[in-house]
């Protein structure tokens, strides 16, 4: 079992900044591929960011060059700094990880079904 607890979600003017971090609780097996997520009213989730165990990093191109993810191993946590934010930036974010196989930070991305723990979400609007 693995427990994710998300954080940082909130409000801000577009063109703001956020940092939502993703806390591991507890863990009976070691996460690997971690990544973070969204989904909007009415809109299918979609990758947003991910990591994988050697650190590599894969983002969708809409979040290109604006967001970071990054991970403390000592203290059990990913973050994902998100600059120049916009309002199609809104969205209940979430964290995910997955523990039974390897895999790439492209294959996290886009395998957001091949994740086997999820958190529950934050919530990031972004107003103009």
């Known amino acids: 079992q693995v427990e994710l607890v998300e954080s940082g979600g909130g409000s801000v003017q577009a063109g703001g900044s956020l940092r939502l971090s993703c806390t591991i609780s507890e863990y009976t097996r070691t996460p690997r591929a971690m990544g973070w997520f969204r989904q909007s009213t009415g809109k299918e989730r979609e990758g947003v960011a991910a990591?994988?165990?050697?650190?590599?990093?894969s983002y969708a191109d809409s979040v290109k060059g604006r967001f970071t993810i990054s991970r403390d191993v000592a203290k059990n946590t990913l973050y994902l700094q998100m600059n120049s934010l916009k309002p199609e930036d809104s969205a209940t974010y979430y964290c995910?990880?997955?523990?039974?196989?390897?895999?790439?930070?492209?294959?996290?991305?886009?395998?957001?079904?091949?994740?086997?723990?999820w958190g529950q979400g934050t919530l990031v609007t972004i107003f103009s």
């Open positions: 990591i994988d165990e050697d650190d590599d990093t």
């Open positions: 995910a990880t997955q523990v039974r196989a390897r895999m790439t930070a492209y294959q996290a991305l886009k395998g957001s079904v091949f994740m086997d723990y």
